[in-house]
């Protein structure tokens, strides 16, 4: 086999194997989102990058090191999103969305972040994402994270937990930093080098260094948790009581700041210990004033997303085989009447049985070898249509698993309603 072209990499393909379990996973996440009253807004792959840095922040990990920037032709500089929430704010800002009115989107799609690539990430990775604007209280935190637990009962996945903080307002998080900043001041020779960095621009990510060298300066860093602002604390307050009368079982982690700079009061994430060190399933929180921030009227906002990666993993670990894309029944012909009319009756059948998978032998072969695809194939009847049936406007159905009786021939117009009911189990 040729290695000369090889996926960039961090850049998988899906390949037909796995796409199955993918297409279980996107068609419960639709439903669940749609029993939520969210509606699906699609966005564009590329934005400008000045909307990633000034959302995003332009002192984190994602803008400074991990964006796939480039000149677009005209020399002006393009991103390929590194996430979705930044493209929604942009896309309702710019459609009049906001305008006295709530609403509740998702969207799903490939991101990209230049990352150390490793089991669980990715440089490509596909993300499903839910944001709500408009709506102030905890109640729509809630229903966000019912929504995720929800999803993850549907898809019988179990091994998550929540995890759960508060940063605050944006002017607690501003006194909060400062208090930060002087305690790591204090501390200052123990820092390392990305710490030392980070000292004075963004120094509640200090506390989310995964160096062990750090471990002690950061336990005893001031707690985020105590310096909150009364708004804040009364919100994360109703948001706990709202999750316990749900039986929403949580965490709560002061250490959560997250990676994106515009996040305020809620924080949460799921994660899972069976995927390693990659273990975030689903992560995300409030983002009040990042609409302001891109130009618009004041709009709180909170939303999550998820790795549909991590995901996929942990179904295939609960046994999940996902969509069965097995044919019911394959056409074998033989002759070159039967072959050109085998055709118009493969579609026949289509119209009549809309569900039913028939794969119909195409590239030729003898009776023997068609036989050898249909067995193959997984059917579980093969539909035989040779000269004398052809003639006879009749087909032959020859069972092909277990024991599901003989082959029996049958007018051609009887075959779509026996097939609905013998390989579709249906019976009108
Ligand atoms: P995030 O934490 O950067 O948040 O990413 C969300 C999820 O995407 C992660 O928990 C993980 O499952 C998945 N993910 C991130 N990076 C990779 C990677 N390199 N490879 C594989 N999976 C990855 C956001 O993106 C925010 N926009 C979430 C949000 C929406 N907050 C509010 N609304």
Same mark, same amino acid.
């Given at each position: 086999?040729?290695?000369?072209?090889?996926? +960039?990499?961090?850049?998988?393909?899906?390949?037909?194997?796995?796409?199955?379990?993918?297409?279980?996973?996107?068609?419960?996440?639709?439903?669940?989102?749609?029993?939520?009253?969210?509606?699906?807004?699609?966005?564009?792959?590329?934005?400008?990058?000045?909307?990633?840095?000034?959302? +995003?922040?332009?002192?984190?990990?994602?803008?400074?090191?991990?964006?796939?920037?480039?000149?677009?032709?005209?020399?002006?500089?393009?991103?390929?999103? $590194?996430?979705?929430?930044?493209?929604?704010?942009?896309?309702?800002?710019?459609?009049?969305?906001?305008?006295?009115?709530?609403?509740?989107?998702?969207?799903?799609?490939?991101?990209?972040?230049?990352?150390?690539?490793?089991?669980?990430?990715?440089?490509?990775?596909?993300?499903?994402?839910?944001?709500?604007?408009?709506?102030?209280?905890?109640?729509?935190?809630?229903?966000?994270?019912?929504?995720?637990?929800?999803?993850?009962?549907?898809?019988? +996945?179990?091994?998550?937990?929540?995890?759960?903080?508060?940063?605050?307002?944006?002017?607690?998080?501003?006194?909060?930093?400062?208090?930060?900043?002087?305690?790591?001041?204090?501390?200052?020779?123990?820092?390392?080098?990305?710490?030392?960095?980070?000292?004075?621009?963004? $120094?509640?990510?200090?506390?989310?260094?995964?160096?062990?060298?750090?471990?002690?300066?950061?336990?005893?860093?001031?707690?985020?948790?105590?310096?909150?602002?009364?708004?804040?604390?009364?919100?994360?307050?109703?948001?706990?009581?709202?999750?316990?009368?749900?039986?929403?079982?949580?965490?709560?982690?002061?250490?959560?700041?997250?990676?994106?700079?515009?996040?305020?009061?809620?924080?949460?994430?799921?994660?899972?210990?069976?995927?390693?060190?990659?273990?975030?399933?689903?992560?995300?929180?409030?983002?009040?004033?990042?609409?302001?921030?891109?130009?618009?009227?004041?709009?709180?906002?909170?939303?999550?997303?998820?790795?549909?990666?991590?995901?996929?993993?942990?179904?295939?670990?609960?046994?999940?085989?996902?969509?069965?894309?097995?044919?019911?029944?394959?056409?074998?012909?033989?002759?070159?009447?039967?072959?050109?009319?085998?055709?118009?009756?493969?579609?026949?059948?289509?119209?009549?049985? $809309?569900?039913?998978?028939?794969?119909?032998?195409?590239?030729?072969?003898?009776?023997?070898?068609?036989?050898?695809?249909?067995?193959?194939?997984?059917?579980?009847?093969?539909? +035989?249509?040779?000269?004398?049936?052809?003639?006879?406007?009749?087909?032959?159905?020859?069972?092909?698993?277990?024991?599901?009786?003989?082959?029996?021939?049958? $007018?051609?117009?009887?075959?779509?309603?026996?097939?609905?009911?013998?390989?579709?189990?249906?019976?009108?």
């Amino acid at each position: 086999m040729s290695k000369q072209y090889q996926a +960039i990499r961090g850049m998988n393909d899906i390949l037909p194997s796995e796409s199955a379990l993918w297409q279980t996973l996107e068609t419960t996440v639709r439903e669940v989102l749609a029993a939520y009253g969210y509606h699906e807004i699609r966005l564009p792959i590329v934005e400008k990058t000045e909307l990633f840095a000034r959302s +995003i922040g332009e002192i984190t990990d994602i803008v400074e090191k991990e964006m796939y920037t480039f000149a677009d032709r005209n020399g002006e500089s393009v991103t390929l999103r $590194p996430e979705g929430t930044a493209g929604c704010a942009r896309a309702c800002l710019e459609h009049g969305l906001l305008h006295n009115q709530t609403q509740r989107l998702w969207y799903a799609g490939p991101m990209f972040r230049y990352e150390k690539p490793q089991k669980g990430r990715y440089r490509q990775f596909h993300q499903v994402g839910a944001e709500a604007y408009g709506m102030v209280g905890p109640d729509i935190d809630a229903e966000l994270i019912c929504l995720s637990a929800r999803l993850w009962r549907r898809l019988g +996945i179990r091994d998550v937990a929540l995890q759960l903080n508060s940063l605050g307002s944006s002017a607690a998080r501003a006194a909060y930093h400062d208090r930060l900043v002087a305690y790591f001041e204090s501390r200052r020779a123990e820092l390392d080098e990305d710490s030392q960095r980070r000292l004075y621009a963004n $120094p509640l990510r200090i506390l989310d260094s995964k160096n062990p060298a750090m471990r002690m300066v950061v336990a005893e860093a001031p707690s985020l948790p105590d310096h909150l602002d009364p708004e804040s604390r009364v919100h994360f307050e109703e948001l706990r009581a709202l999750l316990e009368s749900a039986g929403i079982a949580y965490q709560i982690n002061p250490r959560l700041v997250r990676g994106l700079d515009y996040y305020c009061k809620t924080v949460f994430e799921w994660v899972t210990d069976t995927l390693g060190a990659q273990g975030t399933v689903c992560a995300g929180g409030r983002y009040d004033g990042l609409i302001e921030q891109l130009g618009g009227q004041p709009v709180p906002g909170v939303g999550f997303a998820m790795g549909l990666e991590r995901l996929v993993a942990m179904l295939a670990a609960t046994g999940h085989s996902g969509v069965d894309p097995t044919p019911h029944v394959f056409l074998i012909t033989a002759g070159e009447a039967a072959r050109r009319r085998g055709l118009a009756l493969a579609e026949r059948l289509r119209d009549q049985v $809309p569900a039913l998978r028939l794969r119909m032998n195409c590239g030729g072969g003898g009776f023997k070898a068609q036989f050898r695809r249909a067995d193959h194939s997984g059917a579980r009847f093969a539909l +035989i249509f040779g000269e004398d049936e052809a003639s006879a406007g009749t087909v032959a159905i020859k069972p092909l698993r277990e024991a599901q009786g003989e082959q029996i021939t049958l $007018p051609q117009d009887q075959a779509g309603t026996w097939l609905r009911a013998a390989a579709l189990d249906e019976t009108s």
